[in-house]
């Protein structure tokens, strides 16, 4: 596999591009001028997104866009253009809406943690995309909107990301409304960690990731799926299942060894077991 990242290291072709350095995969949405998430704009991210799940020299995703917008959402000319088809474009839909659940699964689901770094707009299925990212790091002229009802649609896919990130009220607000919020908002909101100047996000962004990767692996693996498997749950067997979890964290080699190091005051060697 490292053979592989290797080759992938500049890739510079097609909707997505793909960076590896430093454990860090930087995937940039490449396909503008809206970034829409069409049927072949998912199927490249899905690659990508399943590459650095079975790359162990991948530690930290980053997620960004070489655009004005971060990305406008499903790609609604391409949808229309399949009301054509004998059935109205009822199979069409049905994949576009399977392939886009499947991606924002994949990447909550990905042993690894995802880092949104958006410099522009996000509507509808692209602030889906960006709620379904573990971390978010915005500049300070981004906004975002889940827009669909503004022509007869109801978010209702991005709006399970998003329902999931932030209060049910801002959520619906924002799902009812259709209304764009500025940086700030989005920050107060819950949909981003932090708003920063755009000169500064590729910095910042490289910060979180960078510190991050120097991580444990096996306990950033172990603790982000626990994380949203507990949130699914009710409150004792929420506690049951982190119980378990941080007892088999606590016998991993990595736990030994990080607890070593720093009652020896020393740096770990992360082995990832």
């Not at 981004?142 to 503004?150: A, K, Y």
């Not at 000169?199 to 444990?216: F, G, H």
Request: proline share 3%; hydrophobic share 45%; glycine share 6%.
């Amino acid at each position: 596999m490292a053979e592989v990242l290797a080759l992938r290291k500049d890739a510079a072709s097609g909707p997505v591009h793909a960076h590896a350095e430093g454990g860090v995969l930087r995937i940039t949405l490449a396909n503008p001028p809206a970034n829409a998430l069409s049927l072949t704009m998912m199927a490249a991210l899905q690659d990508e997104i399943d590459r650095a799940r079975d790359d162990k020299s991948v530690r930290v995703v980053v997620i960004d866009s070489a655009a004005k917008l971060f990305s406008a959402g499903h790609d609604l000319k391409e949808m229309n253009a399949h009301r054509k088809d004998a059935d109205g474009g009822r199979a069409f839909f049905e994949k576009t809406f399977a392939v886009c659940s499947r991606l924002m699964q994949s990447i909550v689901a990905l042993p690894k943690p995802v880092i949104a770094a958006i410099d522009g707009i996000a509507t509808a299925a692209g602030c889906q995309l960006v709620a379904s990212c573990d971390l978010a790091i915005c500049t300070d002229r981004s906004t975002f909107g889940v827009n669909g009802i503004d022509v007869g649609l109801f978010c209702t896919t991005p709006s399970v990301a998003l329902s999931r990130k932030v209060k049910a009220r801002h959520a619906m607000e924002m799902l009812l409304t259709g209304e764009m919020i500025d940086a700030a908002t989005a920050r107060e909101f819950g949909l981003v960690n932090r708003v920063v100047p755009a000169e500064y996000l590729n910095q910042v962004v490289d910060k979180y990731a960078q510190t991050i990767a120097a991580k444990s692996p096996l306990a950033v693996r172990m603790g982000k799926e626990a994380f949203y498997r507990q949130a699914e749950m009710g409150l004792a067997d929420a506690y049951e299942h982190a119980s378990h979890v941080m007892v088999e964290n606590m016998m991993a080699r990595d736990a030994v060894e990080g607890i070593d190091a720093f009652i020896g005051k020393r740096k770990p060697e992360w082995t990832g077991e």
